[in-house]
């Protein structure tokens, strides 16, 4: 019997230990074990202290950036898109410009539509770029990293 072990052993490549770290209660619910693990240190880098008020700052204006609803520029720009194509689409097919409710549509209403939609998303698209610069430079305020020659 010890020879079918052996032979087990050698080709299933098992190595056993016993277990001699292992502490259970009498019912065996609470096991505890210890084990040890290989810790990677990082590559060492300097540490610098950042206040907890600074971090709550910065939470609360991603907070309030997240709160952030449909961005109302892209609508204007696929009106504008919409208005101005349908003034060309007109133009390209010879619409007549008569006092008919299709021809002032398309020779009236829709090219001052299109060009107001694309003057509000040239606003608002300007506000969000601002908007993402205020940030950036809200956050550069309070995660300041010191220089070398700030040190000396």
């Known amino acids: 019997m010890e020879e079918?072990?052996?032979i087990y052993q050698t080709f299933s490549n098992i190595i056993s230990e016993d277990s001699g770290n292992v502490i259970s209660d009498e019912n065996n619910r609470n096991l505890q074990y210890k084990d040890t693990y290989n810790i990677h240190l990082p590559k060492a880098r300097d540490k610098i202290v950042l206040d907890i008020d600074s971090i709550e700052k910065l939470q609360k204006e991603c907070k309030e950036i997240k709160k952030a609803k449909?961005?109302?520029a892209e609508l204007c720009l696929g009106l504008a898109s919409l208005l101005l194509g349908a003034f060309l689409s007109a133009?390209?097919?010879q619409v007549t410009?008569?006092?008919k409710?299709?021809?002032v549509l398309?020779?009236?209403f829709c090219p001052v539509g299109g060009v107001g939609c694309s003057v509000a998303y040239w606003f608002l698209r300007k506000s969000n770029i601002v908007d993402a610069k205020r940030l950036a430079d809200y956050v550069e305020e309070?995660?300041?990293v010191p220089s070398e020659e700030s040190e000396k």
């Open 70 to 72: 449909y961005p109302y």
């Open 91 to 93: 133009l390209i097919s």
């Open 97 to 99: 410009y008569e006092l």
């Open 101 to 103: 409710f299709l021809s």
């Open 106 to 108: 398309f020779y009236s």
């Open 4 to 6: 079918i072990d052996d």
């Open 142 to 144: 309070y995660l300041v």
